[in-house]
Structures are given as C-alpha cells and as structure tokens.
C-alpha cells in the first residue's frame, strides 16, 4: 500500500522560504514519476511542479517558475519542494501526488496524495 506524508509547511512572511517533504512508502521511488500540487481556499487544486524519475525533465506551473524547485533523494524515498520568494498568494495546502498524467501544457493528478501540509504567507 501506498503511503505518501508531506511535512515543512508553516508560516512565513513574503520573501521568505520553505522546504517540504514527501516520505514514501510502498512504491519505489527511483522509477516513479512524483509532483507536488495545492490547493487554496475556495480554490480548485492546481499542478506546482513534477519530477520523473529519469534524470533532467522537471517541469513547473509558470506561477512558481524560477522560484520553486523539485528534487527527489531515491536513497531515502523522499521527494522534495525548495520554495523560495514566497509570495502570500503561494498560500495553500500543499500535497504529494504519485504519477500524475501530462496534459497539455499542464499535470493531471495521479490517485495516491499525501495528507497535505499547510503552507501560509503573509505580507
């Protein structure tokens, strides 16, 4: 059985910075193709950013673009999301999801999420 758990949010101000993580259990990570998507209040969840499981590829939604960077440690099955020049609308409920789907120029979520963490900008 899959099991995904986030962890790393909190609350930060503007400009400020956050690393979540993504523990998985009961899939090997090195051959899964894993993302990160939110979800803000009264708003529908939205693709971050995917990584695959083969070297170079990662792809971002452009509102996170050149800010936000994915990465994943196979050794210790965990998949990461370094957020830098937090703005207070990046304020939502972050979720792992395993093997989401292209489509078009954006990500379909996969059916395996974490829990969600919480992550809360101010300005």
């Known amino acids: 059985q899959v099991q995904l758990v986030e962890s790393g949010g909190g609350s930060v101000q503007a400009g400020g910075s956050l690393k979540l993580s993504c523990a998985a259990s009961?899939?090997?990570?090195?051959?899964?193709?894993m993302g990160w998507f939110r979800q803000a209040p009264g708003r529908e969840r939205e693709f971050v950013a995917v990584t695959p499981w083969f070297d170079g590829g990662t792809f971002y939604a452009d509102s996170v673009k050149g800010r936000f960077t994915i990465s994943r440690d196979n050794a210790k099955n965990t998949v990461y999301l370094q957020m830098n020049s937090l703005k207070p609308e990046d304020t939502a409920v972050y979720y792992c999801n395993q093997s989401p789907r292209p489509s078009g120029r954006t990500w379909f979520p996969g059916t395996t999420w974490g829990q969600g963490t919480q992550v809360t900008v101010s300005s």
């Open positions: 009961g899939l090997t990570l090195r051959t899964t193709l």
